[in-house]
């Protein structure tokens, strides 16, 4: 079993930028895909960015491209979402997820893919 440990959220200000990090244990990381997901109050866990074992494939939500940048480094065992020009609509509970295979398809972006969870990190965005 693999342990995430999310870090790195807050209360910005819309326009600003923030730095999430999910920091890996157990396993051996550097075979895992992993993702990030979000869930705002009262709505559905949804698909934010992934990302494969070596990191030269990555996946956005169509909301997020151009804003946010996914990476990884594996000697670290570290997973990182980069999210600039926050809006008040990225408001939610970030989750860094790991999948011990390679998704096919939309797999990619349904969180049942994915065996392990990190504990989630809040991010609000005022206007």
């Known amino acids: 079993q693999v342990q995430l440990v999310d870090s790195g959220g807050g209360l910005v200000q819309a326009g600003d930028s923030l730095r999430l990090s999910c920091a890996a244990s157990?396993?051996?990381?550097?075979?895992?895909?992993m993702g990030w997901f979000r869930q705002a109050p009262g709505k559905e866990r949804e698909f934010v960015a992934a990302i494969n074992w070596n990191g030269n494939r990555a996946y956005y939500q169509d909301s997020v491209k151009g804003r946010f940048t996914i990476s990884r480094d594996n000697d670290k065992k570290m997973v990182y979402l980069q999210m600039n020009s926050l809006k008040p609509e990225d408001t939610a509970v970030y989750y860094c997820a790991a999948d011990r295979d390679t998704p096919v398809g939309g797999s990619w972006y349904t969180p049942a893919e994915y065996e392990d969870w990190g504990q989630g990190a809040q991010v609000a965005v005022a206007p």
């Open positions: 157990g396993g051996t990381f550097s075979y895992l895909s």
